[in-house]
């Protein structure tokens, strides 16, 4: 991973997240594992995927604001 560009964008590195996790809970290896910690992968995932609804949520906001020059009111 140390190949890839710095600062990539934050939308990007949450979707390359959330399929590093599902190849992680599909991997057999993982899936033999006796491993059950009180944060679960799916809650990471679900994270991710909150994560990925507020930046679209912020991204349409932007989007729909007017961008309408401000005009001196007339006195």
């Known amino acids: 991973m140390?190949?890839?560009q710095p600062n990539?964008?934050?939308?990007?590195?949450?979707?390359?997240?959330?399929e590093l996790l599902e190849q992680?809970?599909?991997h057999p290896r993982?899936?033999?594992?006796?491993?059950?910690?009180?944060v679960t992968l799916s809650d990471a995932s679900q994270a991710l995927?909150?994560?990925q609804w507020e930046l679209q949520a912020e991204s349409e906001d932007?989007?729909?604001?007017?961008?309408?020059?401000?005009?001196?009111?007339?006195?």
């Open 2 to 4: 140390n190949d890839r």
């Open 8 to 18: 990539r964008p934050l939308p990007e590195l949450v979707s390359e997240a959330q």
């Open 30 to 38: 993982f899936k033999h594992l006796d491993y059950h910690p009180d």
């Open 62 to 75: 932007l989007f729909d604001r007017p961008y309408a020059v401000q005009l001196p009111q007339k006195e």
């Open 49 to 51: 995927g909150y994560l």
């Open 24 to 26: 992680i809970c599909r």
